[in-house]
């Protein structure tokens, strides 16, 4: 089982950018998929969750600029980052769920987003 | 959203002995409690799942119990490798959210 981010990189106040995560090793299809990211020095921090049937979550500091989505014929899910700030600059890390909601049992390695001018 | 509040933000131990990390909630999660294990420069580890059920691979000396809003923890007998930061992460209600972490470091 692997996850891998990609996508990261420097952006200005006000910019966009796409994260991209391609899963092997595992039925992609039946999965929920989870983005987390973390600032530097700092705690875990759930950003957005798609589930199996394309239902999607968000915390309330991204709602509205970030949009989350699959691709399961890519076994790929994204992340759109619209309208980013300052405090979007962390790892972002992209993570598989257990079955029945038992946690993120494989995670990426992360993906860089710094967001400065 | 529900708030999860980790105490203490550091515990200073040394190895061989017992470590109680505690995860409140701000209202009440059952037992939909998450824990997680992350060494420094690494992705996050998960350690436990519904409170008290160890992952795949995770050793016996890591056990966790509670429900409500009152989660425990606790790591028996510290292993050298045990000395990093964990967190908790409730699963109840959307949006999902972390704890502040606990750093398990040597004393």
């Known amino acids: 089982v692997q996850v891998v981010a990609s996508g990261g990189g420097l952006v200005q106040p006000g910019g966009s950018l796409r994260l991209s995560c391609v899963a092997s090793?595992?039925?992609?299809?039946?999965?929920?998929m989870h983005w987390v990211r973390q600032a530097t020095g700092k705690g875990l921090e759930w950003v957005s969750a798609i589930g199996t049937a394309g239902d999607t979550y968000y915390s309330a500091s991204v709602k509205g600029r970030f949009t989350i989505s699959r691709e399961d014929a890519k076994n790929s899910f994204y992340l759109q980052m619209n309208s980013l700030r300052a405090g979007d600059t962390a790892v972002y890390y992209c993570a598989r769920d257990a079955y029945g909601g038992k946690g993120h049992d494989y995670w990426g390695q992360g993906a860089q987003v710094t967001v400065s001018s | 959203e529900i708030v999860l509040t980790q105490s203490p933000a550091t515990l200073s131990l040394s190895p061989g002995e017992r470590a109680t990390l505690s995860c409140r909630a701000s209202q009440s999660i059952s037992t939909y409690l998450v824990w997680y294990q992350q060494n420094p420069g690494q992705s996050p580890r998960l350690l436990m799942y519904?409170?008290?059920k160890r992952a795949t691979g995770i050793p016996d000396r890591f056990s966790g119990s509670g429900s409500g809003t009152d989660f425990t923890l606790t790591i028996s007998s510290l292993e050298p490798e045990d000395f990093v930061v964990y967190y908790c992460?409730?699963?109840?209600?959307?949006?999902?959210?972390f704890g502040g972490g606990t750093k398990v470091e040597i004393k």
């Open positions: 519904d409170a008290s």
């Open positions: 090793g595992f039925t992609f299809s039946r999965y929920d």
């Open positions: 992460q409730q699963r109840a209600n959307w949006p999902l959210t």
